[in-house]
């Protein structure tokens, strides 16, 4: 079972040390550069430690943009050691099920943006009920969930 725990001072070694496979540093920033921004948006925003029996097995970040308002999920990733095992989508079931507390903010969108190259991560999203918005950032399609 996969759970999400904040990073703090007694973890956040734990998230650098977190490896992204061969090529996927394309597709995901690493958590280092994550926890930088996680300190400049602190009032909007919270990282997570994506654990399973007690190990830290991934990273991701969620953000409350004010201006739009929505969730934004940022940076998901697992260590290139442990993929393929659903770390991920349980990973994303409980990030969707923090957002629908609305800890920072009244928003029934959730948004993220997905390399379009990254398919796994593209079916994963899709499975889960996010919808491109035809929106593209460079490299990357936005998608989103409303939450109902």
């Not at 040390?17 to 930088?36: C, M, T, W, Y």
């Not at 009032?43 to 201006?67: E, K, R």
């Not at 957002?99 to 928003?107: A, H, L, N, V």
């Not at 959730?110 to 190259?117: F, R, S």
């Given at each position: ?12 070694i ?8 061969p ?8 958590p280092?550069?994550?926890?930088a921004q996680a300190?400049?948006?602190r ?15 991934g ?15 940022w ?7 442990l ?14 099920d ?7 903010g009244?928003?029934d ?8 190259d990254n398919?796994?991560?593209l ?9 491109p ?6 490299d990357?399609i936005?998608l989103v969930l409303m939450?109902?």
């Amino acid at each position: 079972m996969v759970e999400l725990k904040p990073i703090t001072e007694d973890n956040f070694i734990d998230a650098f040390n977190l490896k992204l496979a061969p090529g996927q540093d394309e597709f995901v920033s690493h958590p280092i550069r994550s926890l930088a921004q996680a300190y400049v948006y602190r009032d909007q925003c919270q990282p997570f430690g994506i654990y399973a029996d007690g190990t830290m097995v991934g990273y991701v970040m969620v953000i409350y943009d004010y201006d739009i308002p929505e969730y934004d999920i940022w940076h998901m990733m697992i260590d290139e050691s442990l993929q393929g095992r659903g770390y991920g989508s349980e990973a994303l079931d409980k990030v969707i099920d923090y957002i629908r507390t609305k800890p920072f903010g009244d928003s029934d969108r959730v948004a993220l943006t997905c390399n379009k190259d990254n398919a796994a991560a593209l079916r994963l999203y899709e499975r889960k009920g996010f919808v491109p918005t035809g929106a593209v950032y460079d490299d990357e399609i936005e998608l989103v969930l409303m939450l109902g």
